[in-house]
């Protein structure tokens, strides 16, 4: 059975730092694309980032760019999320999700996706 499991969230402050880290069990993640999306009491799900089976394609959401690196380690069959200069705005439950698409691409689109971690709590204040 395909599963994740998110974990780095925290309580951070303005400006501050966290790593996501999404580990995937029950197969490997080489061919699959990952996004990160997150989720805010009241918002809709936002797209955040994905990236390529082979990792050589990444996406970015504008509202992160230059802020958020997206990387995988297939060998520890994890995907990971850099999160730098946080913003308050940042704070929602992230989740990293997977699909089975071209090697060398990936969207930013939940319905893309089928398969989905439970979420890490990140909340970013003063």
């Known amino acids: 059975q395909l599963q994740f499991v998110e974990s780095g969230g925290g309580f951070v402050q303005p400006g501050g730092s966290l790593r996501l880290s999404c580990a995937a069990s029950?197969?490997?993640?080489?061919?699959?694309?990952i996004g990160w999306f997150r989720q805010a009491p009241g918002k809709e799900r936002e797209g955040v980032s994905c990236?390529?089976?082979?990792?050589?394609?990444?996406n970015y959401a504008d509202s992160v760019k230059g802020r958020f690196t997206i990387s995988r380690d297939n060998a520890k069959n994890t995907v990971y999320l850099e999160m730098n200069s946080l913003k308050p705005e940042d704070g929602a439950v992230y989740y990293c999700?997977?699909?089975?698409?071209?090697?060398?691409?990936?969207?930013?689109?939940?319905?893309?996706?089928?398969?989905w971690g439970q979420g890490t709590q990140v909340t970013v204040s003063s």
């Open positions: 999700a997977a699909y089975m698409g071209v090697q060398s691409m990936c969207v930013i689109a939940g319905r893309a996706y089928n398969y």
């Open positions: 029950g197969f490997t993640l080489d061919y699959y694309a």
């Open positions: 990236i390529s089976g082979s990792g050589s394609s990444t």
